[in-house]
């Protein structure tokens, strides 16, 4: 076997580990349900009846979600695409956006609705709801999941190949560049954002069940509420599973179809749109605009002073030191074992569908199941001293949002120019030169966007984290539920408030390690 | 693909074995949660006399350290840790349960960590939970002796768990909305109204209201049970996210009325909201209201059980009762204890009848049948 072969091997050992086995460790539980009552387990694999129709009125809820905020986050993106100064900068606040939970933004919603209610009644006139449920739940899901579209639909425009782009202005007006270039060649990438707010609308039972909105997730964890049976918890959840797998082949795929360009950042004229464009644009960022101002707004009120701020933060500082240890550890775990998939799924296509259903798993398994299967996997003699330490809420955010950095490894891997590193292997005078000085430079970009990434998703962590929370600790989030529990909304606003710094705090990181990379690539190509 | 990009892929995978491998070996355990293969036996058949301040048990021991898993809200059980913590100089490890997990959380792990336990006590804010606990296997013996005067009906005769003090299903009317002498008085009106609409419970499917429905299955017979959560999904009445959300939808004025527990009811009170309580069904042949007993028992298998033993004793006592009724978490006590500053006065509230045996017993039969009705209609 070649040191490479061997690298790969242990690469993909690394995965199996951390991603993939917690999610076996749920077969044995499984296979036992299957043993003891086989026709249980048929009827519950497929469904029929009512099951069969929440499945469905759940999938059509998360196709509306994904289409709405699809379209919202391409017209968001398409504003800032090209733009430089100040709102280049722009794209790490949707870093800083896309941890907010769901939760949240529908108490903010659900506040501005009720006040504007009582506000048009007092002034004699009629109100405009209530909406239905459903609709609410689509407009808060849409809400919570722009900032993710609106970001992944930028990384998709940033990484088409400029020179395509700029050779088909030539020919003809932007717009005409724009639907025929741009939107066609990025189009995979941001239809694959919106297979993934598909996947985590579908799994998501916070907003539906406040809105008394029934779903398919919300079964699953009642019948496993009922029960405690994971194996059957598991084969309930399959029908949910295989929408979402389904789902999550199409985000890969979208991935791997892009033409990735060599350049993402450098300074380039904005493309001007037409008259329909600039308003399909400005229609997009109002609605951005809403996304952040009500949540915004709906929690600065509800904190009160900044003073009020500091001192929930410090009441709930042990929270905060451990969320961000969790979220810092589980970034780095998940960066390091995404790199063997990333590189794998950049090879060949017959080992890239290899690699596939592996990437996919993690994305379809409930949370609280994550947490099972780890449990399983490492409450053991041997491991004794792992399970109810403080490394497994770290392992619970890379068991599930490795396969995200991954994804955001892949398109860098597929974006760099093969020409500097041969280049570099031909003038190096060392072996380690050309990965010291070129490689690592231009992967610094992808590593600091795939580590943000975990490092907000692992903040907002909740159904797999409250499984193996070591005794002693809890998160920010588990924090901010506790007292969402009991009804403190000033507290709750606090620490929303600290929640939404932290990610800015990793979106900042991200940007600085943006920004030293350019200068250090700069320098080691001069 | 290119050949440079991969290898960079695959070096890096290599160098995120070792990251990773630094990052688990720089991670040191939390919790020094000793191992209970082996040399510590399970807690199954040892009954054992503590007194509440006798902690002489636990001088020779190395862990000075007890893991309780709870679902009792933080803001009640983390007083009581701290001063535990004070009375013995044993460190209290606890993890909080949360309602927005919907109760999916401890109890499936403490399932899942059955092989090898790590918690040593487990304190329920209600029972049904604690009676499948005790079903699977999953708690040891241990009868407190703190635990005279509470009466049998709250004591598992097997002596797995102990109740001792709780709350009380009850109805929230926003005074605002609902006339003096026009409140509703049992749970039955709830199908009996003419604006359903602005009347709200929480899911029956979870929490207290799941066992308020396995109570009614026990005490009424499951068909008319069934009939009446039919009735209520039929009628239009809000199926909300939980008593919280039910209490600050009747304090905000967006419900008249609403069931809900003791202990959010006097959240209301407290905050000043403009709400008055019920408790149902107090009529001459009225069913009475569901008592919601919190149980406490040791983990079978507890890695510190002698530590678990002496929390239970502390937990169970009279004193620990009156705190917690000064707290605002209890309401109900279940024997005779002086306290003050209590939120409402439940001393002559009728509980229903029903053994909390039989209750359990139809938990998970409710379960299913209104999740077909409420969850996936």
Excluded at chain 1, 181 to 208: E, I, M, W
Excluded at chain 2, 35 to 44: M, Q, T
Excluded at chain 2, 134 to 150: F, K, M, V
Excluded at chain 2, 313 to 337: C, H, K, M, N, S
Aim: hydrophobic share 50%; aromatic share 6%.
């Amino acid at each position: 076997m070649t040191g490479g072969r061997a690298a790969l091997a242990a690469g993909a050992a690394l995965y199996a580990v951390v991603v993939l086995a917690p999610l076996l460790a749920l077969l044995g539980p499984t296979v036992q349900f299957v043993s003891h009552d086989p026709a249980a387990a048929a009827a519950l694999v497929f469904p029929t009846g009512d099951r069969l129709r929440l499945l469905a009125s759940s999938s059509a809820l998360a196709g509306a979600v994904a289409a709405a905020s699809g379209a919202l986050g391409m017209g968001v993106a398409a504003a800032l695409w090209r733009r430089g100064g100040r709102l280049r900068s722009a794209k790490w606040l949707l870093v800083a956006l896309a941890p907010i939970p769901a939760y949240l933004h529908a108490m903010a919603w659900m506040t501005l609705g009720h006040r504007v209610g009582v506000g048009l009644a007092g002034a004699g006139l009629p109100s405009p709801g209530p909406f239905p449920p459903v609709v609410t739940a689509w407009w808060i899901e849409v809400m919570a999941f722009l900032p993710l579209t609106a970001g992944l639909s930028l990384v998709a425009l940033s990484l088409l190949p400029d020179d395509l782009v700029d050779a088909a202005r030539t020919g003809g007006p932007d717009g005409r560049a724009m639907r025929r270039v741009a939107l066609p060649l990025a189009g995979p990438l941001v239809l694959s954002g919106a297979a993934l707010v598909f996947v985590l609308t579908l799994l998501d039972f916070s907003v539906p069940t406040l809105l008394q909105v029934p779903g398919y997730a919300l079964a699953v964890l009642a019948d496993f509420s009922a029960r405690h049976d994971p194996g059957r918890a598991v084969l309930f959840s399959a029908p949910l599973m295989a929408v979402a797998g389904v789902a999550g082949l199409g985000v890969l795929a979208g991935w791997r179809r892009t033409p990735f360009g060599s350049s993402a950042d450098h300074d380039a004229s904005p493309l001007s749109l037409g008259l329909a464009g600039r308003l399909a644009q400005m229609a997009a960022v109002a609605v951005m605009a809403s996304q952040i101002a009500v949540p915004a707004i709906a929690l600065a009120a509800a904190a009160g002073t900044p003073r009020r701020v500091i001192a929930a933060s410090q009441g709930a500082a042990a929270e905060i030191a451990y969320s961000v240890a969790v979220a810092l550890a589980a970034a780095i775990i998940a960066v390091c074992v995404a790199a063997a998939p990333a590189s794998a799924l950049a090879r060949s296509r017959r080992v890239g569908n290899v690699w596939w259903p592996a990437v996919v798993l993690p994305w379809a398994v409930p949370a609280a199941l994550v947490g099972i299967g780890l449990i399983t996997l490492w409450n053991r003699p041997a491991l004794g001293y792992l399970h109810g330490s403080t490394v497994m809420p770290a392992l619970a955010g890379a068991a599930r949002f490795t396969a995200v950095a991954a994804l955001v490894l892949l398109a860098d891997n597929r974006r760099a120019n093969p020409a500097l590193m041969e280049a570099a292997h031909i003038h190096a005078r060392r072996a380690w030169q050309p990965w010291l000085r070129v490689r690592l430079p231009l992967a610094v970009p992808g590593l600091a966007a795939a580590g943000a990434l975990v490092f907000a998703l692992t903040l907002g962590e909740l159904g797999a984290t409250l499984m193996v929370a070591a005794p002693g600790h809890g998160t920010l989030t588990m924090r901010i539920f506790d007292y969402l529990h009991y009804g403190s909304s000033d507290a709750v606003a606090s620490l929303g408030v600290v929640l939404a710094g932290a990610a800015v705090l990793a979106g900042g990181f991200a940007a600085l390690a943006l920004a030293a990379g350019s200068r250090w690539l700069s320098g080691s190509g001069s | 693909m290119h050949n440079a990009v991969k290898s960079f892929g695959i070096r890096a995978s290599t160098l995120g074995v070792l990251v990773v491998g630094a990052v688990l070996a720089a991670c040191g355990p939390a919790a020094s949660v000793s191992s209970p293969d082996g040399a510590s036996a399970p807690g199954g058949g040892a009954t054992e006399s503590m007194t509440q301040t006798d902690t002489s048990a636990l001088s020779n021991s190395d862990a000075r350290e007890v893991v309780v898993y709870t679902s009792v809200d933080r803001n009640f059980s983390e007083p009581v840790f701290a001063a535990y913590e004070e009375v013995s100089g044993v460190k209290v490890l606890p993890v909080y349960d949360l309602e927005a997990a919907k109760t999916t959380g401890l109890v499936s792990r403490i399932l899942a960590e059955r092989p090898r336990p790590q918690a040593d006590v487990w304190w329920n804010g209600e029972f049904a939970q604690t009676l499948e606990l005790a079903d699977a296997g999953a708690l040891a013996t241990y009868e407190s002796p703190n635990a005279h005067g509470i009466p049998q009906a709250y004591r598992d005769p097997a002596g797995q768990w102990t109740g001792f003090g709780g709350r009380a299903r009850v109805i929230l009317v926003n005074t605002d909305l609902v006339a003096e002498g026009d409140e509703p008085d049992s749970i039955r009106d709830m199908v009996e109204t003419p604006a359903p609409e602005m009347i709200g419970i929480a899911s029956p499917v979870f929490g207290t209201a799941a066992a308020q429905a396995a109570a009614l299955y026990a005490a009424w017979g499951a068909e008319e049970a069934l009939a009446f959560y039919k009735a209520i999904a039929d009628s239009g009445v809000q199926v909300l996210d939980g008593n919280g959300v039910v209490r600050d939808m009747v304090a905000d004025g967006r419900l008249s009325w609403g069931l809900t527990d003791t202990d959010d009811a006097c959240g209301a009170l407290e905050r000043g909201s403009p709400v008055k309580v019920v408790f149902p069904d107090q009529g001459p042949g009225e069913d009475g209201t569901l008592i919601v007993p919190n149980t406490v028992g040791l983990i079978d298998g507890a890695p510190h059980p002698d530590e678990g033993r002496a929390l239970i004793d502390y937990l169970v006592a009279e004193q620990t009762t009156a705190d917690l009724v000064e707290a605002g978490w209890f309401q109900v006590t279940l024997r005779p204890i002086s306290t003050d500053n209590a939120c409402l006065d439940a001393k002559n509230v009728r509980g229903m009848s029903v053994p909390l045996a039989e209750i359990g017993n139809q938990f998970s039969v409710a379960a299913e049948d209104l999740t077909g009705l409420f969850i996936a209609p």
